[in-house]
């Protein structure tokens, strides 16, 4: 098993900025930022869509280590030019993720994922920033996320939609400003501490603990997630690979599909118990298929996933059971 922390470095030292390292695919990302020997500044603002103890423990690692600096504070309101203060590379991952909230409360998603980085964009203009690596999503293509970049982006959820903006504004920042940007887009993140609100850790929680699982659909919705780690090296070679990478759109899934109802037996077969489900209608937001075409990611960032749905589910599965860390929401959302 291919391990996050794992370091690959082969250049020099660098200072950099990643938002939203608190969070899941941040707080990865961060202890191989630090694994590499770079200075990492952290900044998350703890949003409480799940809950502070679980971002606390993503971050312990990391705190343990003299090259990491962390501030707690909100895009949409901090002073973040001093933050910026001689990082070379920003890697923007802090955003409200999840489909569901997204149409309870749009306001809180337009202005975290839309104007925090508008926010993030006019200080990193004003800065010596070199690279401003921007996280976004197969949501921003919509129910279906098949193919390569070249596919049409139809967002059905107000977080795929806040999310392709903010994709705009790096482009139009770059457009006006000359910020040199690149976008990730990441197809279904999976793995130790994935979010508790996201389909495979509610799946795994309530499998361990005998409980009813909420299928939203017939089950023959297919993904193409992606190992955290995968996404963590793919992140890495976006910074290391600069020039290959610049101003382009590159989608980062797993390179293998799966339905839920194979995932499901899967995890029945990973944890020894039966999965005990309830049907439901699908929901308004769910993508139908999502399989990412990631031959761009070979060619410009040499991105090859190197982790089975098998291996990463065990892996994740040995997290959720060695830990409390997958309580709160029980929502059901995806991204
Ligand atoms: N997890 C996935 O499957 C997946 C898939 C596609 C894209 N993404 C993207 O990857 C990124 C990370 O997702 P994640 O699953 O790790 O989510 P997460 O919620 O675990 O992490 C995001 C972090 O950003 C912080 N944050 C949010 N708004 C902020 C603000 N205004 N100021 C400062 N901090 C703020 C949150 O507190 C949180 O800790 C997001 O941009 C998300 O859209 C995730």
């Given at each position: 098993m291919k391990q996050a922390s794992l370091s690959k470095n082969s250049e020099s030292p660098r200072r950099v900025l990643v938002t939203g390292a608190a969070g899941f695919v941040g707080s990865h990302l961060v202890e191989r930022l630090l694994a590499d020997g770079h200075q990492v500044v952290g900044l998350d603002a703890f949003l409480p869509y799940y809950p502070r103890p679980l971002k606390e423990a993503n971050l312990t690692a990391a705190r343990a280590n003299p090259r990491f600096t962390f501030h707690e504070c909100d895009l949409r309101d901090a002073h973040l030019e001093p933050l910026l203060a001689?990082?070379?590379v920003i890697f923007h991952l802090a955003a409200m993720p999840g489909l569901m909230l997204s149409w309870q409360d749009v306001p809180l998603y337009a202005s975290c994922n839309i104007l925090g980085t508008q926010r993030l964009l006019e200080a990193a203009r004003h800065?010596?920033?070199?690279h401003l690596i921007h996280v976004s999503t197969?949501?921003?293509?919509?129910v279906e996320a098949c193919g390569t970049e070249e596919a049409p982006t139809r967002p059905i959820s107000p977080y795929g939609i806040t999310k392709l903006a903010a994709e705009h504004l790096c482009q139009a920042y770059a457009h006006n400003f000359g910020l040199p940007y690149t976008i990730l887009r990441y197809f279904s993140v999976y793995g130790?501490?994935?979010?508790?609100?996201m389909a495979y850790n509610i799946l795994i929680r309530t499998l361990l603990a005998g409980q009813v699982f909420s299928l939203y659909g017939d089950g023959a919705q297919s993904r193409g997630n992606t190992y955290v780690a995968d996404a963590v090296d793919a992140t890495v070679s976006a910074m290391e690979r600069r020039a290959a990478c610049l101003g382009e759109i590159i989608n980062i899934g797993g390179g293998q599909v799966v339905t839920l109802r194979e995932t499901i037996a899967l995890l029945e077969e990973l944890t020894g118990r039966t999965a005990r489900i309830e049907y439901h209608p699908p929901r308004p937001g769910d993508q139908r298929h999502t399989a990412a075409d990631i031959s761009k990611a070979a060619r410009l960032l040499d991105y090859h996933p190197a982790t089975t749905v098998r291996a990463g589910l065990a892996a994740q599965v040995q997290w959720q059971t060695g830990s409390s860390h997958s309580g709160g929401v029980a929502t059901g959302a995806e991204r």
């Open positions: 001689n990082c070379e800065s010596d920033i070199q197969s949501s921003a293509y919509g130790p501490r994935q979010r508790p609100d």
